[in-house]
């Protein structure tokens, strides 16, 4: 089993920034890939952003790409999402996922979901 919360999710005006983080407890987090995704009121979650078990390999959805980055450090059990430009179309709940071995854009992939942490952006 894995454990996953995330945080730093909050208010904030567009063009602004905001970091979320992962906090991962539990089994070996080094040998799970970890994504990204977000659900908006009314809509269907969707794919953020994936990093490797090992971060070398990074993955964005195109509505993110170039604002968002994906981090992770095994040593602190913790995956980082930094998200600049925002836009009020990203407003969501925004979840963090793991699975074992690669990653995939697809949440049903994922077997460990933490609670999610709500981001607005204001216009």
């Known amino acids: 089993q894995v454990q996953l919360v995330e945080s730093g999710g909050g208010l904030v005006q567009a063009g602004g920034s905001l970091r979320l983080s992962c906090a991962a407890s539990g089994r070996t987090f080094s040998n799970y890939a970890v994504g990204w995704f977000r659900q908006a009121p009314g809509k269907e979650r969707e794919f953020v952003a994936a990093i490797s078990y090992t971060g070398r390999s990074t993955y964005y959805a195109d509505s993110v790409k170039g604002r968002f980055t994906i981090s992770r450090d095994n040593a602190k059990n913790t995956v980082s999402l930094q998200m600049i430009s925002l836009r009020p179309e990203d407003t969501a709940v925004y979840y963090c996922?793991?699975?074992?071995?690669?990653?995939?854009?697809?949440?049903?992939?994922?077997?460990?979901w933490g609670q999610g942490t709500q981001v607005t952006v204001s216009s």
């Open positions: 996922a793991a699975r074992s071995g690669g990653y995939y854009t697809g949440s049903s992939q994922y077997n460990y």
